[in-house]
T-cell receptor
Framework: NAGVTQTPKFRILKIGQSMTLQCTQD?????MYWYRQDPGMGLKLIYY???????DKGEVPNGYNVSRSTTEDFPLRLELAAPSQTSVYFC????????????FGDGTRLSIL | AQSVTQLGSHVSVSEGALVLLRCNYSSSVPPYLFWYVQYPNQGLQLLLK??????LVKGINGFEAEFKKSETSFHLTKPSAHMSDAAEYFC????????????FGKGNQVVVIP
């Protein structure tokens, strides 16, 4: 009963490096989301996907890219990491109707130094 | 656009006392409302949700919330705080059409004092 799985759990990057945050879900949800959480700021939506091959920008997409080739996987790519991208990143998934809750992974804690 | 306001980033409550976390929403359409809880180093877990029907909603761990349309509120309560309730709590609003996006409040960090 895995739900939403995120890897890695922790990562330290140097400025200018790139990396991919992995997210996979086993609930056959069509919708998937990436958020970042900064202290005292709640969660901000980076990108979301309504199904394989379909993605769209959220509130704070700059500096990030996503792809969705399968229903299960929704990786988030950071290109040219900057200190402002130091944050905790959460992946979530849900069914496609607004009355259904989103299910969250345990997060990836990322530091850019 | 939909939005949520949670006042008071840190809330201290004595063990055994009432827990009250306030949430006010803004929505141009009938809202769906959610409360989530986040324990340290974990993701968000659903506490309860309001979609339609009964306006008093019961959730896990003894929490409940009441939807009040006239006050645009969805406050979360628990009659008696337990040490295990120490966590961060988020209110969120969705819409019944579109892409199932959520707008989150900034959260309340609850500290339980023995």
């Amino acid at each position: 009963n895995a739900g939403v799985t995120q890897t890695p759990k922790f990562r330290i990057l140097k400025i200018g490096q790139s990396m991919t945050l992995q997210c996979t879900q086993d609930m056959n949800h069509n919708y998937m989301y990436w958020y970042r959480q900064d202290p005292g700021m709640g969660l901000k939506l980076i990108y979301y996907s309504v199904g394989a091959g379909i993605t769209d920008k959220g509130e704070v997409p700059n500096g990030y890219n996503v792809s969705r080739s399968t229903t299960e996987d929704f990786p988030l790519r950071l290109e040219l990491a900057a200190p402002s991208q130091t944050s905790v990143y959460f992946c979530a998934s849900s069914y496609g109707t607004a009355n259904q809750p989103q299910h969250f992974g345990d997060g990836t804690r990322l530091s850019i130094l | 656009a939909q939005s949520v306001t949670q006042l008071g980033s840190h809330v201290s409550v004595s063990e055994g006392a009432l827990v009250l976390l306030r949430c006010n929403y803004s929505s141009s359409v009938p809202p769906y409302l959610f409360w989530y809880v986040q324990y340290p180093n974990q993701g968000l877990q659903l506490l309860l949700k309001y979609t339609t029907g009964a306006t008093l909603v019961k959730g896990i761990n003894g929490f409940e919330a009441e939807f009040k349309k006239s006050e645009t509120s969805f406050h979360l309560t628990k009659p008696s705080a337990h040490m295990s309730d120490a966590a961060e709590y988020f209110c969120a609003v969705s819409v019944y059409y579109g892409n199932n996006r959520l707008a989150f409040g900034k959260g309340n960090q609850v500290v339980v004092i023995p």
